[in-house]
């Protein structure tokens, strides 16, 4: 097993972490962007870091198969970033969103609580994208590289990242002809979010692409970090994504209907709540 501590305190991932400080920065006055764009361009500038040290190191020692993977990996982080920004960029203008916006991170904190706010979720996002820096590392220094895993992780992130852009391309379209209506279409026929279910896939593809790989007791623990932390938010938005699209649509028999018989967050299975309902509510299916 490598070395834990010279395993994660090098020179690549503190230019890493910095990159991101620096991108998520003005989440110390507002909070609510170190979460939201802030997350994107903290992904964005983790891949496109990635792709520029494994460019040099193809300069010198030629293109391979790993390379190549490795590569694919890293676009995929960037066009996850670049996508998941722009996306809620968009949806920050318009005025429903903007009316219905609530929560703590929009309220005014102090920076007692807003820097190390935006210190930890900035870890996050290193440790969210770390299985790329760990395969770079693992290849470039002559460790364990396992191309296979690589390559299926890589293929897994594209099949969520695809799930979600469609999921929310779906969404967006169905609010634009029926804003008053939930969503039912497409793949919203088969799990009631699954925008958050191809999150899910994405982040679990990107830690199985590094599990082949020769690792320390560190980036082992920060990679489990990292899919823990992304399964629990996930689940944690679910909740309140579910409970909030009760409270909206309950009154109406089609929805209750469409509640009872879609999964909520994964296809195909028998998982409808994520939330307690009254057993009246429930008779309404």
Not at 39 to 50: K, N, P, Q
Not at 160 to 173: C, F, H, M, N, R
Not at 218 to 245: E, N, P, W
Not at 249 to 275: A, G, N, Q
């Amino acid at each position: 097993m490598l070395n834990s501590y010279s395993s994660v305190v090098n020179l690549e991932t503190i230019v890493i972490q910095v990159l991101i400080l620096f991108v998520s920065s003005y989440g110390i006055i507002k909070p609510n962007f170190v979460i939201a764009q802030g997350y994107g361009l903290s992904i964005v500038v983790f891949g496109a870091t990635i792709i520029v040290l494994l460019l040099r190191y193809a300069f010198t020692k030629g293109m391979s198969h790993a390379v190549t993977v490795l590569i694919a990996e890293s676009l995929l982080l960037l066009a996850y970033g670049f996508r998941l920004a722009s996306f809620i960029g968009n949806r920050n203008k318009k005025d429903s969103y903007i009316k219905n916006r609530q929560g703590a991170f929009n309220k005014p904190m102090s920076l007692l609580v807003t820097i190390p706010l935006w210190t930890v979720v900035s870890f996050l996002y290193l440790c969210y994208g770390l299985p790329a820096l760990i395969g770079y590392r693992a290849l470039v220094n002559g460790y364990r590289f396992n191309v296979v895993l690589h390559l299926v992780g890589t293929l897994v992130m594209l099949f969520g990242l695809g799930i979600e852009s469609v999921a929310d391309s779906q969404k967006s379209q169905s609010k634009l002809e029926k804003p008053n209506r939930f969503c039912d279409c497409g793949l919203y026929r088969y799990c009631r979010m699954p925008n958050y279910f191809g999150e899910l896939v994405y982040w679990t593809g990107c830690v199985l692409s590094c599990i082949g790989d020769e690792m320390s007791a560190l980036q082992i623990g920060f990679c489990l970090f990292s899919i823990v932390c992304a399964y629990y938010i996930m689940l944690h938005s679910a909740t309140a994504l579910d409970k909030r699209q009760f409270d909206n649509y309950h009154s109406d028999s089609e929805y209750m209907k469409y509640r009872c018989e879609v999964p909520v967050l994964f296809p195909f299975t028998h998982w409808y709540s994520m939330i307690k309902v009254e057993k009246m509510d429930c008779c309404l299916c």
